[in-house]
């Protein structure tokens, strides 16, 4: 049985992430997304609330595939793959400037865990640009943000932001 880890912050999770969930999903037997703590970058969401968002959506998304799971992670990822006896890692490529720092990471848990194998999708070209920073500094000018992530994903994103629809708010 051939288990990938999808690793990522997800915050929040956009269709790039989706498409690359859903194609990775076919080509493996189980597909584990797993959503990192992410410290040092301080999350907008925290990891329930991206851990949830990709739940809700992915029911929708990919509604007869069983074979995937997403699951909260802090620390090393090869440890959390080991753990979810994951031996493929997956990653999307959108451009030269994630090259470098992709080819940095492989390399690094390559030495760390030589049995697992990064792999890489391309990002489909209508998601080349999406990037969750971009489309949060979107939703903070109270942009839409409908055309980069799913409906459940854009209403929190406008709850975020707009202080009016936090909850308890009058
Ligand atoms: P990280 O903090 O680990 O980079 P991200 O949530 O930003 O987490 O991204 C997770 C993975 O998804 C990375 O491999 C990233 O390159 C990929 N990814 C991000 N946006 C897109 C996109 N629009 N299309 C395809 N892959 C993407």
Known sequence: MK?????????????????????????????????????EKVPLFDINERVEMIQVVLREALPVSQNYEVTG???????????????IIIRGLRSVSDFDYELQMAGM???????????????????????STLIKSVAKCYGQTVDFVPPYVAENLRRK????LKEGAV
């Open 3 to 39: 288990i990938a880890i999808f690793p990522g912050t997800f915050d929040p999770v956009t269709w790039g992430h989706l498409d690359i969930i859903i194609r990775a999903a076919a080509m493996f037997d189980k597909l584990i997304i797993a959503v990192a703590q992410s410290h």
């Open 161 to 164: 932001f707009d202080p009016s």
């Open 73 to 87: 992670f802090d620390g090393l990822l090869v440890q959390h793959a080991l753990d979810m006896q994951a031996s």
């Open 109 to 131: 848990n390559q030495r760390l865990a030589p049995h697992i194998e990064t792999v890489f999708l391309m990002a489909h070209e209508r998601y080349h640009f999406l990037s």
